[in-house]
């Protein structure tokens, strides 16, 4: 089992920054993936950025690609998605993921199987318009 616990959410306006913090602990080793999702009002939750555990490029959705930094520090077994520019439609609910075992990374950033993943509980993010 992996524990996750997102903090950092809140309202700012267009244009600002926020950044989002997630302690993971239990058994992170069984994970290949960390991540972040996002879910707004009556859509489906959707990948944002993911990090390999064991290093490896960061992964970015279209959406978030050069204003959102996916980063890991190891040490303290926490997950930062750090978010520039930020913009009304980055408002969503955003969760923070890790993958259960070793699964191929179109299966992580692809349509969401909540099976799939350990989830936190999520923080809110809202950019009024």
């Known amino acids: 089992q992996v524990q996750l616990v997102e903090s950092g959410g809140g309202s700012v306006q267009a244009g600002g920054s926020l950044r989002l913090s997630c302690k993971a602990s239990g058994d992170t080793g069984s994970s290949r993936y960390l991540g972040w999702f996002r879910q707004a009002p009556e859509k489906e939750r959707e990948w944002v950025a993911g990090?390999?555990?064991?290093?490896?490029?960061?992964y970015y959705a279209d959406a978030v690609k050069g204003r959102f930094t996916i980063s890991l520090d190891i040490a303290k077994s926490t997950l930062y998605l750090q978010m520039n520019s930020l913009k009304p439609e980055d408002t969503a609910m955003y969760y923070c993921?890790?993958?259960?075992?070793?699964?191929?990374?179109?299966?992580?950033?692809?349509?969401?199987?909540?099976?799939?993943?350990?989830w936190g509980q999520g923080t809110q993010v809202t950019v009024p318009s």
């Open positions: 990090i390999q555990i064991r290093g490896g490029s960061p």
């Open positions: 993921a890790a993958s259960k075992g070793w699964m191929a990374l179109s299966t992580f950033t692809g349509p969401v199987n909540y099976r799939d993943n350990y």
